[in-house]
Structure formats: structure tokens, C-alpha cells
């Protein structure tokens, strides 16, 4: 309360009147539409940034034409004074006391001289109105508290309503992006599906010889924009290194409290998380192709599948000619679903009254109309561009008018009679599920926790995760996404390495056996912000994983196949795990304490328990992140640059027009010595490893 004013508080509430954007005194910057072109700091998670585009708006500023960076609040007033950036959005009261407190004045634009309003400060009135109508002092406050109390103890509600407004304006602000308008125009190095990305062997022979040729070419740089700084053994990767603007600028200080930087704040998780039309994960995620349904889930005429993919409802058919088609499930007539629809002579028929479309979407029939009424060519079902490859249906949700190529993962690429595909629900959201893929030290716990190193072959490469739970890791981003090798001590003067990759936008490549032939992938697809379908491809001539114990016998529940409930039509009843959350995976205590970690049969089930139990989504603010998280941290930090770098530039992201740059990626096992640094032991090994598809290409 301010000194010798004759006033009497009623209440207070968080916001004050100082949010704005500072810039130092002597800068050129003189008047907020000087901000243009210019790079600005923000805090995402600070108050005042939701203000920020209504100030924009006010004062004529394109907020497109602001290069943002994101940085943690506590570097915030550092990356100002150190001309990291040119202007910083935050509460004047704060940053420029405590920047004029080092000795550097800053001078403020507030958004209250742009006339946001903003109910905050104390709120206080004089005793004598407060003597005289009481009433009125009341319900002043209760008006201007209400919005805080409703965020107060409706934080989710709150929370939706805010990131509703915030992407409305980052949409709009991605939708006056140039690069974005390009390639929505389908102008940016347009696909390639009828090109390289058919499978080899459909390949004629010229083109085989040819993609052997560029096969040949496996072992080039990891990740190309680094390749002169090459990490080695010895030195440790360095953080951050690639990846998103904000982990440079806050890595650039000397901050002894490392993890919390590595901490994931509430907004990040919620752009990691939210996958609907719209959010910015979302958009993300429609640049790529997405596996949406096994092969053999649809018949020619058979019955029409009810599909949820990115939280949108789609209806999946297959036609006479034997040609799918992902329809939205709403008719474009009057929104009957077409899951009730007759598939039969080249279409799909809505029930209601009889409209007929074909698997791009064109209406060919409407029946209940009079020839002379008929406006067939006019009307269009909202249809998504589909493919076939080795047994799996791809969807792509894009906006392109040519769909970019074909993920090129090795193992999509095997020979069809040698891969093994499997689909499999997981009820919770599909980051926590990926992340169970990278992180490699639960293995020895959750899975075999209760092996000791006298079960495991003498000779077998895995035992060494027996006598050392423990491992140490290298991690580092790659052009396909990140990558990471734990490792722990082997026979004398060797190690041991497990390696594994995160592939844009949700493919993990996991250690199940040696790297030479561990030719595997997996994608988490979120069907909706809580459900994941996880589309397993194994090459099936790799070598057999960890599975019996030294006598021959079986190691005790760590069956690798887990059976799933009959499908059911409903939009989340295919590949349900019979062990699953509404019987807490048919755990048995009995096992657990005799012999078993869990008690819980088979790992995909294993895994289901615990990342099922974190939550519908995980609440990552409370996590204590550990450095056997660190590929967890890195690759958290790669995607959020990708949706940043999307959103505000419009910048593809990695992968979509180039998925060969995956063809380096393979998890797995190795043994190297001590002294070989661990990305040339990779390298090398990867050289002398079975190529299955280079194999193919070549035949
Ligand atoms: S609602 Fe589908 S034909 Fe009328
Ligand atoms: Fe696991």
C-alpha cells in the first residue's frame, strides 16, 4: 500500500500493471513497431506472455515478423543485458529493478499505454466510500477477483481457455508465415511416393541397382550441420548441442542447477502432449505420414473401421477394386456417421439417405434427390490421402496437395515375408509411452529386476546389464531425431553399449539384441490426447532376444508377444492387451515375490502398468529428472524446437521431405574397447552389420 495515502485495502490479486516490453536504454528501439525483424525473449509460462498478442494487435505490430525465443525466467534479464536479444517481454517492476541493480538501465514499453487492461495490484479504496456503501466496495472486488478465483480452482479449465486463445493467435500467426504458406501449397520439394519410396523389392531392376547405390551410402554423418564437432569417448556430448534456440541461450550461463533446467514446465508438456487439430504437436505430427491400421484390417466390401487418429474420427474402408479410403466419419450431408455405411460397388454408401462416396471422397450418388436436383460434382467427404507398404495402411493428415514421401525406416523397408508387424493399444498419451522406448535402465528393473547374472549364458552379449544396473550415457541429436548409448563395463578394457533412437515424429528404435542385425522400429500414434496405438516392425531374421536362461528354460514372465481382446467396433477397441489398466495387468503378487520384479506376465504389459500409471497424461512438473534422463530431456527438447520452429517460421520439420536421412539409425548391442570413441564403435559396427534392405535392393 502506497505511504500516506489514505486508503484501505479490500483485497489483491497476481497480475500487476507492468507487464511489457523492455529493451536496453541506448537501444535503436525507440517504439513498439521498431520490434519488427527483431529477436524478443519471452518466458512462455511468465503471466504477462498471454498479453502479449493483444499488445501486438493494438499497436499495429505483425507478430509474425518477431523472431521469438523462448528462455527460462532465469536468464531472462541476462540474455537482455548480454545483447543476446534485442527487447524481452516481462513485468518492468522486476526486470528493470533488477537489471538497474547490475548498473543497466532499461527503458519499457507497458501494454497499459496500449490500453490492455489488466485487473491487478492491490485493490483498495478510501475508508470513507467503503463507510458509505459497503455493498458497492463488495461486489467491485467480487467482479474483479472473479477471474482469478475461477483460474484459481478451475486450473485445467483455465488452462484449456488460455492455450484455446494462445494457438489461435499462433496459428494465425504460422498462417501469415511465408514458409508455411509454401508448403501448404504443397511447394516445398513435393513428394516422392511414387519414386524411391516404394518398397525395394517392388523396385525394377535399374532403380534396385540404384538404390543399393544410394544405400551404399549408409554411413554418412550423423547429423550433418555438426559434423565438425564430433564428440568423442572421452569428452562428454555437449548439451544441448543442435537443438532448439532457448536450450543455446540457457545453456550459454553457467547455471549449477542443471536439473531444473532440465525440468519440463506445464506449458511444454502441454505442446508435447496435445495432438488435436489446431495444437501445435498437432500440426506437427500432420506433416508426416502416420500408420493408421494393419492391412488385413480392412477387406475389399468388408465391414467399414471406426478410426481415431490425432483425435479426429475417421471412418476406414476398403473398396471393391481393393483401394482405401479414410473418410471423417460425418456424411457431408446432414453428419449421419458413414460407420453405418453399405460398402459395396466402388464406394461407400451413408445409410440415411443413400449418398455414395469413393475412397478420395467424391460423391457419386444421391439418390433421394430428382435427376434435375442432383449436385453430386459439388459436394466432397472430407478425405485423406492414403498408402499401402508391407502390410500396414499410412494416412496422411497434412494440408500439402502433394503428400511428402514415405517414412524410410530400415525395418519398414524389409522384405514383407520377413518383417513382423504388430499393433498395440496403450491407454495413455503417447509421449510417456515413447519415452518408455529411451529409456534404457528400466530393462534391468521392470523387466528383469529379479534375473541375477548366474541365470543369464555366459556368452550371452546381454549379461552384462546383470552385473551393472547402472549404466552411464551418451546422448546427441541426429537428423532424424535424437540418438543415445548407454554403457557400463564389459570384459577388461571393453564396454558395453546399448544403443537407441527417437525418429521424428514418434518412432523409437529400442536395443532388443546386437546392433549388427537389430533391425526393428516402433511407432507411438497418438489416437487421441490418451490412447496410442504402437505399430511394431521386426525384421524376423534378426537375432532371437533375451528370452531363456542358461539351461535352455524360459526367463520367467518376459514373453515379447502379448496377447490382445478381440477387436470390438468401438473407436478405441482395437488391440487391446488382455492384461490391461481395468485389471491391473493380471498382476500376481505370488510371482512378484518369488519370481518375478512385477509379478506382471510379458513386457509390453509391464510397460502398459507403468506408464498407464503416471496418469491419462503425465504431470511432468513434478518429476525429478535424473542424468539416466538425459536422452529423455534431449529429445523432449528437440521436439518442442520443431513445434516452435514450425509455429513461428514455418520450418518443415526433420525428416518429412528427406526420411532417408533415418538410414543411420539402428538400436542395439555392442562391445568396443574402452578406448574407441563410442559414435566410430557405432559407426563401425553398423558397417559390418547385416543390411537387410541393402541386401534386397541389391539382389
Ligand atoms: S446424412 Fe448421409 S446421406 Fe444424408
Ligand atoms: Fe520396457
Known amino acids: ?35 519488427a525483424g527483431k529477436k524478443v525473449a519471452s518466458v512462455p509460462t511468465s503471466g504477462e506472455f498471454p498479453f502479449f498478442p493483444a499488445y501486438a494487435e493494438r499497436v499495429g505490430l505483425a507478430a509474425a515478423s518477431i523472431e521469438f525465443v523462448h528462455v527460462d525466467n532465469k536468464v531472462l534479464d541476462r540474455v537482455l543485458m548480454e545483447k543476446r536479444v534485442d527487447a524481452i517481454t516481462s513485468f518492468a517492476l522486476g526486470s528493470a529493478s533488477a537489471m538497474l541493480s547490475k548498473g543497466v538501465p532499461s527503458r519499457w514499453m507497458l501494454y497499459s499505454a496500449a490500453g490492455i487492461r489488466n485487473h491487478g495490484q492491490p485493490i483498495a479504496t478510501r475508508r470513507k466510500t467503503l463507510e458509505a456503501d459497503p455493498a458497492l ?59 524411391d519410396d516404394r518398397p525395394r523389392h517392388a523396385l525394377p531392376d535399374g532403380a534396385r541397382s540404384q538404390a543399393a547405390r544410394s544405400r551404399g551410402d549408409l554411413h554418412q554423418p550423423l547429423y550433418r550441420q555438426d559434423q565438425a564437432r564430433r564428440v568423442r569417448l572421452d569428452q562428454r556430448p555437449r548439451p544441448g548441442l543442435g537443438i532448439r534456440q532457448v ?90 456417421s458413414l460407420f453405418y455405411g453399405r460398402n459395396e460397388e466402388g464406394g461407400l454408401r451413408c445409410v440415411y439417405h443413400g449418398w455414395k462416396f469413393d475412397t478420395a471422397g467424391n460423391c457419386l450418388d444421391m439418390p433421394n434427390l430428382p435427376a434435375d436436383q442432383d449436385f453430386r460434382e459439388k459436394v466432397k467427404a472430407r478425405a485423406y490421402k492414403v498408402a499401402e507398404r508391407g502390410g500396414l495402411v ?72 546383470f552385473t551393472d544396473r547402472a549404466p552411464r550415457y551418451h546422448a546427441r541429436p ?56 504402437a505399430f511394431t516392425f521386426s525384421w524376423t531374421r534378426k537375432t532371437p532376444v533375451l528370452s531363456l536362461n542358461k539351461r535352455g528354460e524360459p526367463l520367467p514372465l518376459l514373453d515379447r508377444v502379448s496377447p490382445t481382446l478381440p477387436n470390438t467396433a468401438d473407436w478405441f477397441g482395437r488391440w487391446r492387451p488382455i492384461a490391461n489398466r481395468s485389471n491391473d495387468y493380471l498382476i500376481d503378487r505370488e510371482a512378484q515375490r518369488t519370481i518375478s520384479y512385477t509379478g506382471i506376465a510379458g513386457v509390453f504389459p509391464q510397460d502398459s502398468a507403468v506408464t498407464e500409471s503416471m496418469g491419462d497424461i503425465s504431470d ?35 525428416g518429412v521431405d528427406d526420411p532417408e536421412v533415418s538410414g543411420n539409425a539402428r538400436s542395439g548391442d555392442l562391445i568396443a574397447p574402452e578406448g574407441q570413441p563410442w559414435l566410430e564403435a557405432y559407426e563401425q559396427t553398423l558397417r559390418d552389420a547385416l543390411h537387410p534392405v541393402m541386401a534386397l535392393a541389391a539382389e
Open 620 to 654: 511432468r512438473t513434478r518429476e525429478n529428472l535424473a542424468p539416466s534422463d538425459r536422452m529423455i530431456v534431449m529429445t523432449r527438447r528437440r521436439l518442442l524446437e520443431a513445434v516452435l520452429a514450425l509455429q513461428d517460421k514455418g520450418t518443415v520439420p526433420p
Open 478 to 533: 541426429t537428423d532424424w531425431g535424437t540418438m543415445y548409448a548407454a554403457y557400463r563395463p564389459a570384459q577388461p578394457g571393453h564396454l558395453y553399449y546399448r544403443f537407441a533412437h527417437f525418429a521424428f515424429p514418434f518412432w523409437t528404435l529400442f536395443p532388443n539384441g546386437p546392433l549388427a542385425d537389430n533391425v526393428l522400429a516402433q511407432g507411438w500414434v497418438p489416437m487421441d490426447d490418451t490412447h496410442t496405438m
Open 247 to 336: 536450450s543455446e541461450l540457457n545453456n550459454a550461463f553457467s547455471d549449477p542447477d542443471q536439473r531444473s533446467r532440465d525440468m519440463t514446465t506445464q506449458m511444454e508438456n502441454e505442446l508435447l502432449t496435445r495432438v488435436g487439430p489446431g495444437t501445435p504437436m498437432g500440426t506437427l505430427m500432420r506433416q508426416y505420414w502416420l500408420p493408421a491400421c494393419l492391412s488385413s484390417e480392412l477387406e475389399a466390401d468388408g465391414d467399414p473401421l471406426r478410426l481415431m487418429l490425432l483425435s479426429e474420427r475417421l471412418i476406414a474402408f476398403r473398396d471393391s477394386a481393393g483401394r482405401v479410403g479414410v473418410l471423417d466419419h460425418r456424411c457431408p450431408h446432414r453428419c449421419a
Open 394 to 465: 499410412y494416412v496422411y493428415m497434412g494440408e500439402r496437395a502433394v503428400a511428402p514421401p514415405l517414412p524410410a525406416l530400415e525395418a519398414m523397408l524389409c522384405p514383407p515375408d520377413e518383417t513382423s508387424l504388430s499393433a498395440r493399444q496403450r491407454e495413455c498419451n503417447w509421449l510417456q509411452a515413447l519415452e518408455g522406448d529411451i529409456d534404457t535402465s528400466h530393462f534391468s528393473f521392470l523387466h528383469t529386476g529379479k534375473l541375477t547374472i548366474d541365470d543369464i549364458d555366459p556368452n550371452h552379449l546381454e549379461r552384462f546389464q
Open 137 to 195: 466496495c463488495e461486489s467491485i472486488t467480487d467482479g474483479l477477483l472473479e477471474p482469478l478465483a475461477y483460474t484459481l480452482t478451475n486450473p485445467q479449465n483455465s488452462l484449456e481457455l488460455f492455450h484455446r486463445e494462445h494457438w489461435a493467435w499462433l496459428v494465425a500467426a504460422r498462417h501469415r508465415s511465408p514458409g508455411s504458406a509454401r508448403a501448404r501449397a504443397g511447394m516445398v520439394r513435393p513428394g516422392r511416393l511414387h519414386g
Open 1 to 35: 500500500m502506497a505511504k500516506d495515502l489514505s486508503l484501505i485495502a479490500l483485497a489483491t490479486c497476481d497480475y500487476d500493471s507492468t507487464m511489457g516490453v523492455g529493451v536496453l536504454d541506448d537501444s535503436p528501439i525507440l517504439k513498439p513497431q521498431d520490434l
